[in-house]
């Protein structure tokens, strides 16, 4: 039976959840220190065979593959750090932060003909979706092929791990809420949320200590050489200190905080998880911890984010009181509007997001085609000039028109119509209270302007992830039906 049925979860079977999830993350934290040691220790090519070893035995565990790629995701980047020292170079650790998306490519490839095989119909996501993504993977490796031979093979492969991030989630998403059933996904996003939540009280209330332990200077002095100097724990909490929101009514009035980076070690990428999964806790009536996320959100200062929940809730309520064709002209309004009136003022104070943004619309003016996978992007940082931008960067959509030119507007047109098709499903089902999270996609898809981030695994990736378990959810019972009468037909044929 490839799906089971949608019942109610017992206490007996939640605890057993939790001592699975439990053992799932002590193997988790094995398996990727396995990694990340030979990585440290051996060098390149021990590392990639005992990464693919270990995926290798996950892809035949549903539930193992879902803990250990949140496990990867979250944690990978603290226990590349505790490792840092031991690093040979900077290439070798940037080796070993390919984890999660290994992970994500073996569960989602396994996951793609596992869908293939479910039943089709014009109802149901899975003929839907396994066609988008061919198309998309098919201008991905195209364009990574251009970069790698015209930019750098490893710039083009970073990128290529940033372009198909989102795809992947939604498959992944949606093959595992077919295997396991939302119950359990849901446990092992609370719980992982819970752990994320616990390690930012700690990095807020002993920084220096944390910082200390997982030898987090060395990882950063990796990470921006050639752009600060770090040399100490001090060093690296005198970066990470700033005024409130980077507000200069608050530096002038001495109002700083710790910037924290959380177990990713990304503050921004963090600050999404955080806000994304602070509904998630509301929506499943984990009220105390939501209020946490929410306070270590404010302790990131990211104005990106907060945008974006004030904009998903506001137009949750639009959709809820006045319908959708009113909702439909004031997510469109209120988005045009919120994007014209950024890009205005960010020209004015001369903000690098909005440069970013005109510089990759420039780059797409003078080659519509595109330049291939790792040209421009952050990666350049060291031929910026900020006078005269010509390529994209510090803008997921400026990037991706300098990068994959018309090509842009195939994965937009996609991510577009699969929040529509999971917010139709979602209120069809009488799901109301999660309708915010396809909404939330939608406002991620454009805050993609301002931010590259917005499209990572943390952000648009894991609302992604959130929006495919719902609608697989809404399909089971659809999809059962169908395979219970092909199941009959046969028998009456035979």
């Known amino acids: 039976m490839y799906v089971r049925n949608i019942r109610h979860v017992t206490t007996s079977e939640t605890l057993n959840n939790f001592t699975y999830v439990y053992l799932g993350f002590c193997a988790s934290t094995i398996a990727v220190l396995l990694m990340v040691g030979f990585a440290a220790f051996g060098g390149i090519v021990p590392f990639a065979l005992v990464t693919l070893l270990v995926l290798f035995f996950l892809t035949t565990s549903p539930f193992a593959a879902l803990v250990f790629f949140f496990f ?28 999660t998306f290994g992970a994500i490519s073996a569960f989602s490839t396994y996951g793609f003909f596992f869908i293939y095989k ?17 198309i998309l993977l098919g201008v991905a490796v195209f364009y990574f092929l251009i970069g790698a031979i015209q930019a750098s093979p490893l710039n083009a492969t970073i990128y290529l791990r940033a372009l198909v991030a989102v795809p992947l989630q939604i498959i992944f998403g949606y093959y595992i809420t077919m295997k396991l059933g939302i119950g359990k996904v ?7 949320t819970f752990c994320a939540i616990i390690y930012g009280l700690f990095e807020v209330l002993f920084p220096a200590s944390l910082y200390s332990l997982l030898n987090t200077e060395t990882y950063f002095s990796y990470k921006l050489e050639n752009r600060w100097e770090i040399s100490s724990v001090n060093d690296l909490i005198e970066l990470g200190t700033r005024p409130l929101f980077n507000l200069a009514i608050f530096e002038d009035l001495g109002i700083t905080f710790l910037r924290i980076s959380g177990p990713n070690l990304h503050s921004i990428s963090y600050a999404y998880f955080l806000g994304i999964m602070s509904i998630f806790l509301f929506v499943r009536k984990h009220y105390v911890w939501g209020i946490l996320a929410l306070c270590l959100l404010a302790a990131i200062q990211a ?12 137009l949750t309520i639009v959709r809820h009181f006045l319908g959708r064709t009113t909702w439909r002209y004031t997510a469109f309004a209120l988005l045009t509007a919120y994007v014209v009136t950024t ?31 790792g040209a421009g992007g952050n990666l350049a940082r060291e031929t910026i000039d900020w006078n005269n931008l010509t390529f994209g960067l510090e803008s997921a959509i400026g990037v991706m028109l300098y990068q994959i030119g018309i090509c842009t507007f195939v994965f937009v047109a996609f991510f577009l119509k699969f929040q529509q098709k999971v917010l139709i499903k979602i209120e069809n089902a009488h799901l109301n209270r999660f309708r915010i999270f396809p909404i939330m996609f939608f406002v991620i898809v454009f805050n993609g302007f301002f931010q590259e981030e917005a499209y990572n695994f943390f952000a648009l990736g894991l609302a992604g992830f959130l929006c495919a378990v719902l609608a697989a959810h809404t399909e089971q019972q659809t999809i059962l039906q169908h395979m219970t009468k092909a199941t009959a037909t046969n028998d009456q044929k035979w």
Not at 76 to 95: D, E, K, T, W
Not at 118 to 134: A, Q
Not at 186 to 192: A, D, E, P, Q, W
Not at 350 to 363: M, Q, V
């Open 186 to 192: 849901f446990l092992v996003l609370k719980i992982f």
């Open 303 to 314: 104005k990106g984010i907060i945008i974006v929940l004030l904009m998903s809730a506001f």
């Open 343 to 373: 890009i205005t003022y960010g020209i004015r104070v001369f903000d690098y997001h909005i440069l970013g943004l005109i510089g990759g619309i420039n780059g797409f003016a003078h080659n519509p085609i595109g330049h291939g996978l």
């Open 72 to 99: 990867a995701m979250l944690f990978q980047s603290a226990i590349i750090s505790l490792f840092s020292p031991f690093y040979p170079s900077r290439a070798v650790m940037n080796a070993a932060q390919g984890i």
């Open 118 to 134: 479910l039943p089709r119909d014009k109802d149901l996501l899975t003929g839907w979706l396994h066609k988008w993504v061919i």
